[in-house]
């Protein structure tokens, strides 16, 4: 740190600082002439702030007359954060996102460095070296010690500590007396450090993988901006194009980035790189499941240039890369991409904002490609790379629906599905379950009264988790027990309805006792490490049914998994969504690639009550383009994306009153300059009341982007809100709940 004082002389340089604070636009302020060389773009400052101070990112610097400007008082680090390419990619997502350059910086960059002024404790540890005297110290121990670094040359306590039960005391006598010197050093945290590096499974590229790396080849040596569609079923080798494409990428000295939708299947990806580039690249993780350590480690490598292959869930699309050469975008389609709270991005779409911008290649991979993309591709703004068989030669698994309307309701298992995991066991091999709810059962309902406890806080039912014997809130994380009589009439008869994975896994090891049954959930997975533990026990066969929410359908590669049955398939059908049918098509196509990846043909169960529905019937016979002709059919006259654009405004506050009357005048000042705007609403949300806030939504439509970007501009000018009320904007908004 480096504290100056507040004496300036002008002319002299000036920085523009992002604010740690809600504020819209960057901050100006002097650089005092102390201050010249230390301060930098992208290093953190501290700025006075009306009677405060605070922790702001300096964007630029410039020459000019800081006559009446606030200098800056300290330089908070050493060596930069970011440079400014990557601080102009950021300051354009925020504009395009309506969000505050503060708060996005906030977002972007590892927690410890995001604006609260605290530092990330660099790790580093003790080598002791030894001189070059003589004599010998006195006692075993410490010549113990000291000939063991000798012939190492030089020991970390980590070392040390594994070959020397309590070595502090003599350490220090021997380093007090001369015969040992301490070098302090930074330590890289590395959280895959534990896990081994799997064999390499290079392949010989079939003639589709040709053709798609031969246009990417092209593509990528011209160092222009650039996108590709890799579409190709699921199992049909897309990875082995990413990994071949990025070693093209380093050979032409540039910089990967690999964005997966799931924290969860980031091992297993890195498990594949690793092997592929094991001794020759550094690769960096970067995802919220780390420890705040291991973001801050990677961050730093990564800013230095000393990791040519980043991989990370969304957040890793703001990675501090020197040299970006290429951007895969793995599962292009999946809706996690998409940040539902504060800075609303959507990483895909911001990997494309960045390439422009920084002359990058985009790979978008999928087997369920997102309609829009889709519809760029075929239209010519992308490359469209089919990959058009599973890359073995396997077969698709067959895919059968099961018509549950005359099954009994209280038997989850259908007997087709019944017979087909009995089978399965009998040949040794593997099943997977998808059923899309977490817990024991979605709600407890009184027999006597239909009472069913619901959340204080939020506008939805508690479910029920047996194993914690409560009843949980998954917005909110309300929890109570789960009540043994009603609260209304005083019935005991308080039972659980409908099922989750927990009441799933409960029922088939008591119909099937001796199969080995896991459950991958959040719930299952929500320690470090647990993920991936699971992985290496399906991989190892010692799971014969593995039970999972929808992070089973995405991206796993089980051999061994011959059938997958999906239960409640109609669930995701009817949300209240126009992209409800997309995305269950999306899942069930995903999860039925889970089946016959190995040696042996897989089978798929679909245990669903509209089986004439045609997103199911196109996910039974893999029919991606029959699927999206179809369902474009139904979107193209109202409208809705992909044949336009959409904004979101969600008012929420605790006073519905305050909220409702916020709500109606943001809609009248935005109606008066509509246009070709369309202004839907005010109404209340799906989810009217969210951890205890009142919500509404104004949803703008139009053709394009110009016009509602430009609608939006109005809210600059509007008046203040109510006290209380707080006004988010959702730009091209997944999820509406």
């Not at 590709?228 to 990025?246: D, F, N, R």
């Not at 690999?258 to 690249?281: D, H, K, S």
Request: with cysteine; charged share 20%; proline share 7%.
């Amino acid at each position: 740190m480096r504290p100056v004082s507040d004496s300036i002389a002008a002319p002299g340089l000036i920085a523009e600082i992002a604010v740690a604070a809600p504020l819209d636009t960057p901050l100006t302020y002097a650089i005092p002439a102390e201050l010249i060389t230390a301060a930098q773009v992208g290093v953190r400052v501290r700025v006075p702030l009306g009677r405060r101070t605070a922790t702001g990112y300096i964007l630029s610097i410039r020459s000019g007359d800081h006559s009446g400007l606030k200098p800056i008082q300290i330089v908070l680090d050493a060596e930069p954060l970011f440079n400014s390419a990557w601080a102009e990619f950021v300051r354009r997502a925020a504009a395009y996102y309506r969000h505050p350059i503060g708060a996005t910086l906030r977002c972007a960059l590892p927690a410890g460095l995001a604006g609260t002024g605290n530092d990330v404790t660099t790790l580093t540890e003790n080598i002791y070296r030894a001189t070059e005297r003589t004599d010998v110290p006195r006692g075993a121990k410490q010549l113990a010690l000291l000939s063991a670094i000798r012939e190492q040359g030089a020991m970390g306590m980590t070392k040390l500590r594994a070959a020397f039960s309590a070595p502090y005391a003599a350490l220090q006598a021997l380093t007090s007396a001369g015969f040992l010197t301490v070098e302090e050093v930074s330590r890289h945290r590395d959280p895959f450090r534990d896990i081994p590096v799997p064999a390499d499974r290079r392949v010989v590229p079939s003639s589709d993988q040709a053709a798609a790396l031969a246009h990417l080849g092209t593509q990528l040596a011209t160092g222009q901006f650039g996108c590709a569609l890799l579409h190709g079923v699921t199992g049909s080798g897309k990875t082995e194009v990413y990994l071949q494409l990025i070693e093209a990428t380093i050979a032409n000295g540039r910089q990967a980035l690999v964005l997966v939708p799931e924290i969860a299947l980031t091992p297993q990806l890195v498990g594949r790189f690793r092997a592929r580039f094991a001794g020759t690249t550094n690769i960096a993780v970067l995802h919220s499941g780390l420890s705040e350590g291991e973001r801050y480690d990677a961050w730093r490598s990564i800013c230095a240039g000393n990791a040519q292959i980043v991989i990370g869930a969304r957040s890793a699309v703001f990675a501090p890369l020197c040299n970006p050469g290429v951007i895969v975008v793995d599962e292009e389609h999946e809706t996690s991409y998409k940040q539902s709270e504060g800075f609303r991005y959507h990483a895909r779409d911001l990997a494309l904002l960045r390439a422009q911008h920084s002359g990058t290649l985009v790979l978008l991979g999928s087997a369920t490609p997102s309609s829009g993309v889709y519809r760029r591709a075929k239209a010519g703004d992308f490359a469209y790379l089919p990959l058009l068989g599973r890359a073995g030669g396997q077969p698709l698994p067959e895919v059968t629906l099961v018509d549950m309307r005359e099954a009994d309701r209280n038997d989850f298992l259908s007997p087709p599905l019944t017979e087909a995991i009995a089978a399965t066991l009998g040949r040794g091999e593997q099943s997977l379950l998808l059923l899309n709810r977490r817990g024991f059962s979605p709600y407890v309902i009184c027999a006597a009264c239909g009472h069913s406890p619901r959340c204080p806080n939020c506008a939805i039912t508690l479910t029920l988790h047996r194993g914690q014997n409560r009843l949980r809130c998954h917005y909110c994380d309300f929890e109570q027990r789960p009540p043994e009589i009603c609260p209304r009439c005083d019935s005991p008869e308080v039972m659980p309805e409908g099922i989750g994975t927990e009441r799933l896994a409960l029922e088939l090891a008591e119909r099937f006792p001796q199969a080995r049954i896991a459950r991958m959930d959040r719930d299952t997975t929500g320690r470090k490490g647990a993920h991936q533990r699971l992985v290496d026990d399906v991989l190892a066969g010692r799971v014969d049914i593995l039970v999972g929410t929808q992070m089973v359908a995405k991206g796993h590669d089980f051999p061994q998994v011959t059938l997958v049955g999906v239960l409640n398939a109609d669930s995701t059908l009817n949300f209240p969504d126009f992209r409800s049918a997309e995305r269950t098509f999306c899942l069930l196509a995903q999860v039925a690639g889970r089946a016959g990846r190995g040696e042996r043909k897989g089978q798929v169960l679909v245990q669903t009550f509209s089986p004439e529905h045609y997103a199911l019937q196109a996910a039974a016979t893999h029919d991606y383009a029959g699927f999206y002709e179809q369902e474009m059919g139904f979107r193209q006259p109202l409208g809705y994306p992909p044949f336009g654009h959409l904004v979101n405004l969600v008012l929420a506050g605790n006073d519905a009153v305050r909220v409702q009357r916020a709500a109606d005048s943001v809609a009248a000042l935005l109606m008066q300059d509509a246009g070709t705007v369309e202004v839907l609403g005010p109404a209340p949300c799906p989810l009217a009341l969210l951890r205890g806030k009142t919500r509404c939504q104004i949803l703008l439509k139009a053709p394009t982007r110009t016009p509602l970007h430009r609608l939006l501009q109005r809210l600059d000018k509007a008046p203040a809100l109510p006290s209380g009320v707080r006004l988010s904007v959702d730009v091209d908004p997944i999820d509406m709940l």
